[in-house]
């Protein structure tokens, strides 16, 4: 079954760093770019960077720049996404989704189920 | 970065009505533009790829047309399983941008 299956919900305190996963299954995971994206409570999609889980590139929104690591593990076809210094307007749902394209589009076409990150003192 | 700008922000709509939601962009885009349909606790889901592609599995009330700047979703007779929130996002460069979304709901 083709998935992307993310880690539970994260409680933090300000200051403090979460690392959030995403495992890959039923397809070829050094294939497809992964991306990270979030959403505040009540709020829109915002998206957070990527990364090429054959080669480890990375590429970040300049809003995280400098707060975000994105890694990934062939062995285990998982990505990781750790955001630190966290603030309590990180506080939001992560998802990562898995990009698809063809140079003449590109597209979300799977996605996580999102892991819930509260960043409360 | 590319700003992408939705309309409206919410609709009141029933059960067999045509929507019809917009989305601009800043710059142009070409047709690197797709649709997803969000509904509440759940993770967005793709609807439109490449402005007018439908994706596998969508039923195909849902379509979109435009290209360079401006760009409309349109779903032809609406289910009641379609009211949700659907956003646009441009694929066209980095950041990969979101609108900020339309809340379709009952009327």
């Known amino acids: 079954q083709v998935q992307v299956v993310q880690s539970g919900a994260e409680v933090k305190k300000p200051g403090a760093s979460v690392r959030v996963s995403c495992k890959a299954s039923g397809y070829t995971f050094t294939g497809y770019y992964l991306h990270w994206v979030r959403q505040a409570p009540g709020q829109g999609l915002e998206w957070m960077g990527w990364?090429?889980?054959?080669?480890?590139?990375?590429n970040f929104a300049q809003k995280f720049q400098g707060r975000v690591t994105m890694t990934r593990d062939t062995s285990s076809s998982t990505v990781y996404m750790e955001l630190s210094r966290l603030r309590s307007d990180d506080t939001a749902v992560y998802y990562c989704?898995?990009?698809?394209?063809?140079?003449?589009?590109?597209?979300?076409?799977?996605w996580g189920r999102g892991t819930l990150v509260t960043v409360s003192s | 970065d590319i700003q992408m700008t939705q309309s409206p922000s919410s609709l009141s709509a029933s059960v067999g009505d045509r929507v019809t939601i917009t989305c601009r962009a800043s710059?142009?885009?070409?047709?690197?533009l797709n649709w997803y349909q969000q509904k509440p606790g759940k993770a967005p889901n793709l609807l439109i790829y490449?402005?007018?592609s439908l994706q596998s599995g969508v039923p195909s009330r849902f379509s979109g047309s435009g290209s360079g700047t401006d760009f409309t979703l349109t779903i032809s007779s609406l289910q009641p399983e379609d009211f949700a929130t659907y956003y646009c996002q441009q694929s066209y460069g980095i950041p990969r941008t979101f609108g900020q979304g339309t809340k379709v709901d009952i009327k």
């Open positions: 989704a898995r990009d698809r394209g063809d140079g003449y589009s590109w597209h979300f076409d799977l």
């Open positions: 990364i090429n889980p054959s080669s480890g590139g990375t």
């Open positions: 490449a402005a007018s």
């Open positions: 710059q142009t885009i070409s047709n690197y």
